[in-house]
Structure formats: structure tokens, C-alpha cells
């Protein structure tokens, strides 16, 4: 089915050779081979072919200068949970909000800031990283993009001095020790972090339309720093990484964030990027959480 009531049937058997077309298609392994997968689809997806969903993931990208999007025809809206930026921008746009405002917390070099920047290229994106390394390769990965910010900014529970761990393994830098030992190359600098109220205040911004975090396992310590923005609804959407295994040192709870999150009047609406271990366990997550009806400051 397609928005604007045009309508799509998707009727594709699943057969032997759909497999190894759905590996080429999305340069993934073979079903069985990976232990990194989106468990967040519904019963109603988990029952039809994997190439199904594959298509209409495809379809939907070309789609989308459109404004069209395609899913199965269901009495229900479609499932959130493929493309987060794509359902941000479906949301943002079912409540008459245009996109104009972005950030992204924890960017490292730029991995999803890209997105960001393509997939809202009307808005202003602002990308905040740390680490100087990391910030520099950032700086360099952004400059394509004329709708993007890279700054050298840690944000936090209020304005302090923070010890900050650089790490070999870039990806896991953080305010937050390992539970297990440090890795060789580690090191320890002290940068200043600043509180999300305090420093959009600072900046006189009336919303922020997305907020993306991902600070391995500090996540929940920076919204608390944006406690007032987020009971005002004046962050539309965010978009933050939940651990659900241990992994460093004082990490906020996921159920801390649910909890958190429900208690600033923001629901959850998917599960995106889930990392499982071989065993089936759930590693960690991102959620994306929009502010209630009723509750939200255009």
C-alpha cells in the first residue's frame, strides 16, 4: 500500500533464489550467517519472505523524493522500524512540523551525521563530537555538506570538566570506563561538557526537530541534562542508543531511559540497529521516541 491512498500489492512468494538476489541487493550474508539484525519487526513482517521486506526497504528509498512510501496492506499504519530517518521525516511531516533544526550527538566521524544531512536536507544539521581524533576526520567527512556543523563539544548532566576516554577503538570512546581492562592506547583528557537546556538557550533556538545520541552508555545522562527541553516539547523526535548487556562502568539502564523518557511524555515508536550476540541475546539497540500528542511545542 502507499500513502496518498495509492496502492501497492506485494504479493512475492518466498523462493530459493530470492536469497541469494537479497544478498546482492543489500550486501548482507545469507539468513543464518549474522548475529547483527533488526529484531524490531512486527508478527505481521516476521510472517512474509525476508525478500518482502527487502523490497520494499528498496522501494521505499526510490520513492522517497515523492513523499511516497509503500508497506503491506494492513487495517494498521505501517511499521515503523526499517529506515529511522525516513519514519522521522513521515512523522515530522504528519504533524505539519519542516524539518529545520538537527542534532547530532556523539558523531565520531560522521557515520550517521552523512545520513542526517541527506535524509533532512532542508534542515541545519549540527554535529558534536568529543574527541579531537575523531572530531578532525569529522570536520574532513563533512564538508560535502553544505547543510552541516561539525563542532568539538561534549554535553552532559550541566557545564563541568569531565574526564573523557579516547579510545584505540574510536567507536567506544567515552565519559564511562569498561568494565573490562582499559585497552592499550587509551587516553584520559579532560574537555568541558556543557547541559543540552543550557547550551540551546544559549544558542536561542526554539526546537530542536531531532535529537540523535549515541555516547556508549552516557546517553541517558545527557537527556537528563535536557530535562526542561524535553517536558517542554521543544525536541520533536530523538533518536538514542539503549544497551541492554553491561559494558562500561556506571552505564544508565535501558529501563532507566524507557522510564525516564516516559516521564518527560515521550513514546517509544521502534527499534532500530539491534546487535545480537550468537546466543539470540540482545546487545543494544536505538530507540526512537517522539513527544506525545497533546505535549509537543511547535
Not at 557515520?111 to 568529543?130: D, I, M, N, W
Not at 565519559?175 to 584520559?188: D, I, P, R, S
Not at 530542536?208 to 545527557?222: H, R, S, T
Amino acid at each position: 500500500m502507499l500513502s496518498r491512498d495509492l496502492k501497492l500489492t506485494l504479493n512475492c512468494p518466498e523462493q530459493a533464489f530470492f536469497k541469494p538476489l537479497r544478498s546482492q541487493l543489500t550486501g548482507r550474508a545469507a539468513p543464518g550467517s549474522v548475529t547483527t539484525a533488526n529484531k524490531h519487526f512486527s508478527n505481521h513482517y516476521a510472517r512474509n519472505s525476508p525478500f518482502v521486506v527487502t523490497f520494499i526497504q528498496l522501494l521505499n528509498k526510490l520513492l522517497r523524493p515523492t513523499g511516497l512510501q509503500a508497506w503491506k496492506k494492513s487495517k494498521y499504519r505501517p511499521v515503523y522500524g526499517l529506515d529511522w530517518i525516513q519514519d522521522a521525516n513521515d512523522i515530522l511531516r504528519a504533524r505539519g512540523l519542516e524539518p529545520r533544526l538537527i542534532m547530532d550527538i556523539g558523531a565520531n566521524r560522521g557515520q550517521t551525521s552523512k545520513r542526517l544531512a541527506r535524509g533532512f536536507p532542508g534542515a541545519a544539521v549540527h554535529c558534536y563530537e568529543p574527541a579531537p581524533s575523531s572530531c578532525e576526520v569529522l570536520r574532513a567527512n563533512m564538508q560535502r555538506f553544505p547543510n552541516a556543523t561539525a563542532h568539538q563539544l561534549a554535553f552532559g548532566p550541566e557545564r563541568k570538566m569531565g574526564r573523557f576516554f579516547v579510545r584505540k577503538h574510536h567507536e567506544e570512546s567515552s565519559f564511562l570506563g569498561l568494565e573490562e581492562a582499559e585497552a592499550e592506547g587509551t587516553q584520559a583528557i579532560d574537555i568541558e561538557m556543557r547541559s543540552l537546556d543550557e547550551y540551546v538557550a544559549a544558542q536561542d533556538w526554539e526546537a530542536v526537530n531531532v535529537l540523535k545520541i549515541n555516547a556508549e552508555g552516557y546517553d541517558l545522562v545527557i537527556l537528563q541534562g535536557g530535562r526542561q527541553l524535553l517536558e517542554t516539547g521543544r525536541i520533536h523526535l530523538i533518536f538514542t542508543e539503549m544497551i541492554f548487556k553491561s559494558h562500561y562502568d556506571g552505564q544508565g539502564s535501558y529501563m532507566d531511559q524507557l522510564a525516564f523518557m516516559a516521564e518527560c511524555g515521550y513514546s517509544l515508536v521502534g527499534l532500530y540497529e539491534t546487535a545480537s550476540a550468537p546466543t539470540g541475546e540482545s546487545m543494544w539497540s536505538n530507540g526512537l521516541f517522539v513527544k506525545n500528542l497533546g505535549l509537543a511545542r511547535h
